[in-house]
């Protein structure tokens, strides 16, 4: 069975830094993995993928504050978020995408608040 177990969540002031943490077990082997965030009264957005032979792909308002990365041996992903803003509040939820059928599974998310 895939899991994904997501950490680092918590409360900071603006222009301060955090890093998430995703860790997968029950995937045997490198598939495309990403960061969603969901505020209440928003659709589930996509902040950040890495893919299985390492591309990046980010959402333009994060772009140069935020950067994934995966430790494949670890079976890791993370998530540096620097320079937070208000509106970078939200829950954050892992995901990996098993390829070809296209089915996702999710983490069960951490909250992120960043206050002015």
């Known amino acids: 069975q895939v899991q994904l177990q997501e950490s680092g969540g918590g409360s900071v002031q603006a222009g301060e830094s955090l890093r998430l943490s995703c860790a997968a077990s029950g995937i045997r082997f490198i598939i495309d993995m990403g960061w969603y965030r969901q505020t209440p009264g928003k659709q589930r957005e996509l902040v950040a993928l890495?893919?299985?032979?390492?591309?990046?792909r980010y959402v333009d308002s994060v772009k140069g504050r935020f950067t994934i990365s995966r430790d494949g041996a670890k079976n890791t992903v993370y998530l540096q978020m620097n320079a937070l803003k208000p509106v970078d509040t939200a829950v954050y939820y892992c995901n990996a995408r098993r390829p070809i059928i296209n089915y996702d599974y999710w983490g069960q998310g951490t909250q992120v608040t960043v206050s002015s």
């Open positions: 890495i893919t299985s032979d390492g591309n990046t």
